[in-house]
């Protein structure tokens, strides 16, 4: 069936969810919450750092508190994708948001800083369920010519959460606790399981015998391997340098616990990253080009800010609304942008949207020195409408080539990979970022921030925008080469 084609197809009764009550709403409503606090979590602490030190210790791990929580999202992801096709969507989500809250209430409760980052820990293995499962109940409940409007409601929520949470948790710390930054999860929270148990009426999967044998060894497996992956992606070059026997220790880990992998997941008899995940063009073209997002993305939410204090003199507070420019114009986009799929198919409305990326990204390193604070606010504008016609369509165009028992997976691929880009790009770019900052400043000394110029940053943050354009490149080459002019869209189950 042809992309024009794909919005009329026979229902399947046996496989699409349902809700009950007065229609989706309530659900949506849970499925926003529950995204809204997976993306608050992971940049609330931020602000509270100082806080939070000061009442625990533990200033030379704090560092853990964030990378503790996204290694736990990243590697869960590929599990809770194959339990949600293996089980269903509802008792997964379900059993995310109840570890999730747990989690939430253990950090309130936490006595020193080992105790917060394993908690940390504890709250990232429920939203790990929380970000996949959410994406996947919304492809699940919607047709394809409805997705781009629910798919839109999810991105904002994800991006005014993500960037809200520095202040969020900066008015929490400042004029109560910092405990309250984990304890207001669980009101919300609890809503969002009360409107998930009591609306969302999900047929049970009829899986084969085989089917329901969890595949626990390949997830340990997969767990084991992003953790270590992981963990030298994200403390190389900081805790200690690149080329030290930690580094190299993790990373040939990582190479062994991955052949290891591939091992465990050939023989397996339902394994948690099947072999078709990456054998269909599709899939792997979106997987590989939705992770050079993850990686060009780490230029605007982790060095604008920095740009914006350093080099434009703004506060926390104004730092942040130039960066979120670019949340107002990505959902609208994102919305808009089925008008132009429907008629010129998934693959090339992401190619424009990318091409129109790349381009807004060369165009950074030609503002003025120091410039005017509307004008990378205006990039940022420019780039979040080109991303929205880059992303949507790849996450709605891959989730419709498979059925209902396969798209957990498929949506759990695509997200790991965005995840494990991220944290390449952050790896990636802060080399580069140290290296040119180095080359700028007196005797190359990092150590102070002190000694940080206006001149130093700016010339850092351009480069490290051009490697971003060099992501956006990445990808365009993966949909010229390996993604097919017109996805295989299935027929709507829905």
Request: glycine fraction near 10%; aromatic fraction near 8%; proline fraction near 7%.
């Amino acid at each position: 069936m042809s992309e024009a084609d794909a919005t009329t197809g026979a229902a399947t009764p046996a496989t699409a969810p349902r809700v009950s009550g007065r229609g989706r709403g309530p659900v949506v409503a849970a499925l926003m919450l529950g995204m809204a606090l997976a993306a608050l979590d992971g940049t609330i602490v931020s602000t509270a750092v100082p806080q939070i030190v000061g009442d625990l210790g533990g200033l030379s791990v704090f560092s853990w508190l964030f990378s503790g929580y996204l290694l736990a999202v990243t590697v869960t992801l590929p599990v809770y994708g194959k339990l949600s096709d293996t089980f269903g969507r509802k008792p997964v989500l379900i059993a995310g948001i109840i570890l999730f809250l747990i989690g939430s209430l253990l950090c309130a409760a936490a006595w020193n800083m080992a105790s917060l980052i394993a908690f940390r820990i504890v709250q990232g293995l429920g939203g790990g369920a929380l970000q996949g499962t959410v994406q996947t109940i919304a492809a699940d409940l919607y047709p394809l010519k409805e997705r781009p409007r629910i798919q839109a409601r999810l991105s904002t929520v994800w991006a005014t959460s993500s960037v809200a949470g520095p202040a969020l948790g900066g008015l929490l710390a400042g004029y109560a606790d910092w405990r309250w930054i984990f304890l207001i999860n669980l009101p919300v929270g609890a809503v969002a399981l009360w409107l998930i148990a009591r609306h969302l009426v999900e047929p049970a999967p009829r899986p084969s015998r085989a089917a329901t044998r969890v595949d626990w060894p390949g997830a340990l497996a997969v767990f084991a391997t992003g953790t270590l992956l992981l963990t030298a992606l994200v403390q190389g070059g900081v805790a200690w340098p690149w080329l030290s026997a930690p580094s190299l220790a993790l990373f040939t880990g990582a190479a062994l616990l991955t052949a290891l992998t591939v091992v465990i997941e050939r023989r397996a008899a339902e394994p948690v990253i099947p072999g078709w995940v990456w054998r269909r063009r599709t899939i792997a073209a979106v997987n590989l080009s939705l992770g050079a997002l993850g990686l060009l993305m780490v230029a605007p939410t982790v060095f604008l800010p920095t740009y914006a204090q350093t080099v434009l003199g703004l506060g926390p507070i104004a730092a942040g609304f130039v960066l979120s420019a670019m949340t107002l114009s990505w959902p609208v986009s994102a919305a808009f942008s089925n008008r132009l799929y429907r008629r010129i198919g998934f693959r090339l409305t992401a190619i424009t949207g990318m091409t129109l990326a790349v381009l807004v990204l060369l165009a950074f390193p030609l503002l003025p020195y120091p410039g005017e604070p509307w004008q990378p606010a205006l990039i940022m504008l420019l780039l979040g409408a080109a991303l929205g016609l880059f992303q949507l369509p790849l996450i709605v165009g891959v989730q419709s080539t498979v059925p209902w028992s396969e798209r957990g997976t498929t949506t759990a691929s695509v997200l790991f990979c965005r995840q494990v880009g991220q944290s390449l790009g952050a790896a990636l770019f802060g080399a580069i970022a140290n290296a040119v900052l180095a080359a700028h400043l007196p005797h190359g000394d990092l150590d102070d921030p002190g000694t940080l110029t206006p001149t130093a940053v700016d010339a850092a943050v351009e480069y490290v925008y051009a490697g971003a354009a060099a992501a956006g490149v990445l990808a365009l080459v993966v949909l010229l080469t390996l993604a097919p002019r017109r996805f295989p869209v299935l027929p709507d189950e829905n």
